[in-house]
């Protein structure tokens, strides 16, 4: 019997076929040619048999696969507001415009256009976080994590850090305080219990090598029961007492107090820096709402010790970065005007009505088959942000037998764009608060479809 992979196609007779040559005025020749040539491997690979659509619809879609960017919008329905697997802070519209005037041209990024000389990409954004949190002097980098990093670098290399045993966290990624800490040069003391630390147990640790004690703020865990920790403003006691640094590492960056809308216990920038430490961390990406970023707030000496640290240049933040950053503080100094703008101040914001109203609307709009309902439900903060601290949400639950809650999932994902939603007691549920303004027809569209096939 003759081998059906015998008859397979050449690449070259495939790139004749009409509805592919059209491809070749749209598409880098490599590209179609690499998509022909993997229909064809994929086909050799099931034995011979030819695409069930056709070789030239198999192929087109192979080269739509591969020119796809990676990185793609998808929209978020599963109630966490900083899902850092979806990217986290979705940004406001000054910002998003703040980045494509400097993408579409030449900037000042390090320029002093009113001297004609050379200035510092540090100057963008250190005035308007000086004016909104009150810090001497502040410095950007491009995360959270490189801003720790730098700051251990500048004030304790060689030196011993005093941290207690219930700080030392891991920050996500199986990346961990300690890890941190040992990159930076310094050398780790641990002080206190898991569950306990006294302020006695810091003073007993200070020795002559010791040039840091660091306050680490539990952003993404709580434990409760016996418990004790040394609040921020008795570290920074001791530490200017003893003539050391003390710094906080606060993490999730709040500027605003969200306890009108049931979240509390979130220290703000302010609350970290009216401690008296000598330097405050945070993200850019979090709880402030803006790009990725790593912020560090404190006396001028501290952080022109972090300018001139060789890891500044290291982890220096680009224009992208601090045009965005930039329109996202600015916002700020107007509250009323940031929660409304800022995505995720007014998802965390959103209210019991607003919810009920948009998972109504959601239901409305999706198919019959999907028996759509809304319930009361939990969305999440997320990103490593008040733990344990649910939000009462709205949510559309599918409650159709067939297709599969995994199968309506994976369609679902497969939408243009995807549409990520989460499982719950075997079912597809839906939670409005993270369903960006214009996004629920798309939703909607998405779900018709899985329903479909």
Not at 346 to 374: G, H, I
């Amino acid at each position: 019997m003759t081998d059906p992979r015998r008859n397979l196609p050449a690449v070259d007779a495939l790139l004749a076929e009409p509805e592919l040559v059209g491809l070749l005025a749209t598409h880098p020749r490599a590209l179609v040619v690499r998509a022909v040539r993997e229909t064809i491997d994929r086909a050799r690979a099931n034995g011979g048999a030819a695409p069930h659509e056709g070789w030239s619809e198999a192929a087109r879609a192979r080269v739509a696969e591969l020119a796809a960017p990676s990185l793609r919008r998808v929209i978020n329905a599963t109630g966490v507001v900083l899902h850092t697997n979806l990217g986290r802070a979705v940004l406001a519209e000054p910002a998003t415009q703040a980045l494509l005037r400097v993408a579409s041209g030449y900037s000042g990024l390090e320029y002093d256009v009113a001297r004609g000389t050379r200035g510092s990409r540090h100057t963008h954004c250190r005035d308007l976080l000086i004016e909104l949190t009150g810090a001497e002097d502040a410095l950007v980098v491009n995360n959270a994590a490189a801003a720790l990093l730098l700051v251990l670098s500048a004030l304790a290399r060689d030196g011993d850090v005093l941290v207690s045993r219930g700080e030392l966290i891991e920050i996500g990624g199986q990346f961990r305080i300690p890890d941190i800490l040992a990159r930076s040069g310094a050398r780790l003391v641990e002080v206190g219990t898991t569950n306990r630390t006294h302020p006695d147990d810091y003073a007993r640790a200070i020795g002559p090598a010791t040039r840091l004690l660091l306050k680490v703020h539990p952003s993404n865990f709580r434990v409760t029961g016996f418990t004790s920790d040394v609040p921020a403003n008795e570290i920074a006691a001791l530490a200017e007492a003893r003539g050391i640094a003390s710094v906080y590492d606060l993490g999730s960056g709040l500027l605003v107090d969200l306890s009108t809308w049931g979240l509390a216990g979130e220290p703000t920038i302010r609350d970290a820096l009216a401690s008296g430490v000598r330097a405050v961390v945070f993200s850019g990406d979090k709880l402030l709402g803006g790009p990725q970023a790593g912020i560090v707030l404190g006396k001028n000496a501290v952080i022109s010790a972090c300018r001139n640290d060789p890891i500044a240049r290291a982890v220096r933040a680009d224009k992208f970065t601090l045009a965005a950053l930039e329109a996202t503080l600015a916002l700020y100094r107007d509250p009323e005007r940031a929660r409304r703008e800022i995505p995720v101040l007014r998802m965390l914001t959103a209210t019991s009505e607003e919810l009920r109203q948009r998972a109504d609307e959601l239901v409305r709009a999706l198919p019959a088959r999907a028996r759509a309902k809304s319930e009361p439900g939990q969305s999440e903060v997320g990103g490593g942000s008040f733990p344990g601290a649910p939000l009462p949400t709205t949510l559309v639950r599918l409650d159709a037998d067939q297709p599969s809650a995994d199968t309506l999932a994976a369609r679902l994902r497969a939408s243009d764009p995807p549409v990520i939603a989460r499982i719950d007691a075997d079912r597809i549920v839906l939670d409005p608060r993270t369903i960006l303004p214009g996004e629920h027809q798309q939703v909607a569209t998405a779900v018709r479809a899985a329903f479909d096939g």
